[in-house]
Structures are given as structure tokens and as C-alpha cells.
């Protein structure tokens, strides 16, 4: 049960902290050029069973570079692109663009391990490690920091269907063969990845009665469930129509707790199951 964008603002590190020690979740991704990153880095160290792993943001945040050194990652403003489309149409055709991913990604595994945090996981702000371009790098840069597990975003639609039987879900069905390719080149390089993963289609909209239904619902084998918990519905930072609040809901329901009681045989984050 993973919280991502840790360090993002207060108000989604509170909301980690009290998931964490009141309800039933048992990781968190740092996003660690956040604004809030030192926060959450210090009530981290105030969890030690809170495993703690690294969301690598290369677009929409600000960057562990100094601008001046990535200008083909970062806007006007110096903060990385938020164009998607086209900030993954330079990754492949300029190589310029690629040796300043390179450094960047870089950059953020050196200031993790500064941190003094162990690295339970390594993930992706809005999946863009999908990107092969992306994937790569971090796959090469991640064994010099110890990174042993990755998200790979591959979310049955049978489960979510039997959650919600009348939804479609077209983000999932998009992503799926960029998902499959993925977890085959992470398996290649001795990765762990969990063999499911669900919050893409309802992102931030992970509801009680949706955790609920897929914690009763879960296949055989590892699943990582992620969520966006803060403790508002609006802070600096967050993104239009996510149900945070909701979301922070549902990791306290003792409704889901109940359901993890019944169907995990263990909860806690990748370095518990390696």
C-alpha cells in the first residue's frame, strides 16, 4: 500500500504520516526535488516500518539540476517540461536531451541517498519511466544506488471489472503493451516488480469501496496498490479533480483494513518481499 508524491506539500506528508501510524499504509514514493521533501524526509526517520522509496519526477516538478545545467528538460521557469508529448519526442531524437536525463536522473538517486533513507522502490511521476528512453537510463543508473525494485504498472482489467463491472477503463488498455514491454526488460536486469499494480485507472479517485473491492479481489502474487492521500481537498501543488482527501479515507477505513486482514498474508513494501 504505497502513498506517492511524499514531499510533494505538508499536507500530503501528514496525511502519510497519520496512513501510516492509523491506517493501512505501508509505503511512500519521495518525490525528492519537492518543496516539502525535507519534511517528509524527517518524519520518515520517525517511521522506521514506513518503507521509503524514490518517485523520479522528470517532468512537472522541480528539478535536482540547477536549470542552467538541463535545458532541454526544463521550462522557462526552470521546471521540468510538462509538455509530454513533445519532451518524449526530443528524448529519442536528441541525444543533447538524453545526456541531461542522464545527469538528472542521477541527480536525484545522489540526493535521495543523502538522505540517509534506505531505497525500498523506485517509481515514476505519471509513469513516464513507460518512456523506453526513460526506463533505460534508470535501469543503468539505478544499480549504482542499490535500487532492486521498480513499479511496472500492469493493472488486470479483469479485477478492476470485477470491482467495478460496467466502467471501462481506456488508460489502462493504453498503457498495457508499454507495460508488458516494461516489466520484460526490468526481469532482464534482475529487478523485482510487484506482478500487479492498481491506481492508473482510478488515479486519484481511490476510493474505500474501490480498495476495498480489489484488496477482496486479488490475484495470486505480489500486488502494490497506490494511492495520493493528503489531508485537503486543494494545497499548493495538487492536481485538479483528485479526491485526496478520499483517498486518505479509505488507507484509515476500518472497513479496508479488514479486507487486508482477510486477503494478505503480508503488507509492507518491496524490501519485505525480496
Known sequence: MTADDFGLAPEVNEAVEKAHKD???SAASLMIGASASKDAVARAKRMPRLRVGLHLTTVEDSPASRPLDIPDLVDASGRLRGDLVMFGVSLIASSSARRQLRSEIRAQFEAYRATGLALDHVNAHLHYH???TV??????IGVDY???ALRVPIEP????RSVEPTKRHPIALLTKPWAAMMRRRVRRAGIASADQVFGLAWTGHMTEERIAGLVDNLPQGVTEIYTHPAICADYDGSTQGYDYAAELDALLSHHVRKAVERSADKIGGYSDLL
Open 23 to 25: 491506517g493501512v499504509l
Open 135 to 140: 526506463l533505460g537510463e534508470i535501469l543503468a
Open 146 to 148: 542499490g535500487m532492486r
Open 130 to 132: 513507460l518512456h523506453p
Open 157 to 160: 482489467l479483469e479485477v478492476l
